[in-house]
């Protein structure tokens, strides 16, 4: 048997505002939109294949009640400083800004959506 995670749905208040962040600020590209009773969808993929799907439930007004269940999303990147600087411009939240972490050989920052939600941002580098 041959398992494999595909991608995440998260919940948003504005779909076209979390669409054009997640399309131009964070660079991932919308494979397609979704129209299903009471829910407008839009699903956008990464340089990998993995995909992240933004759903607007049509009847809910509001932010996001996030709980305590998702703490964080990761994002690759082979910039991730320039990448930390394009998503604060777009309106991003800081959360930490890009530090290099010797021990596992990556640099991270970390940003919240406009849903904020926690994104961390991963630059890795060979070792």
């Avoid at 600020?25 to 839009?42: D, F, K, M, N």
């Avoid at 996001?64 to 991003?92: F, P, Q, S, V």
């Avoid at 021990?103 to 849903?115: G, N, S």
Wanted: hydrophobic share 45%; with cysteine.
């Amino acid at each position: 048997m041959i398992t494999s995670l595909d991608q995440f749905c998260i919940n948003v208040s504005d779909l076209e505002r979390a669409v054009r962040f997640y399309e131009q600020a964070l660079g991932l590209a919308v494979t397609h939109r979704i129209e299903i009773p009471g829910v407008s969808e839009v699903v956008l993929a990464g340089a990998g294949g993995s995909r992240i799907q933004l759903a607007r439930h049509h009847d809910h007004e509001g932010a996001i009640d996030h709980g305590n269940a998702l703490w964080k999303l990761y994002l690759n990147t082979d910039d991730c400083a320039g990448l930390y600087a394009r998503a604060i411009e777009a309106g991003a939240e800081a959360v930490s800004p890009p530090q290099l972490l010797a021990q596992w050989q990556v640099t991270a920052a970390f940003i919240k959506d406009p849903d904020g939600y926690q994104i961390e941002i991963i630059q890795q580098h060979s070792g």
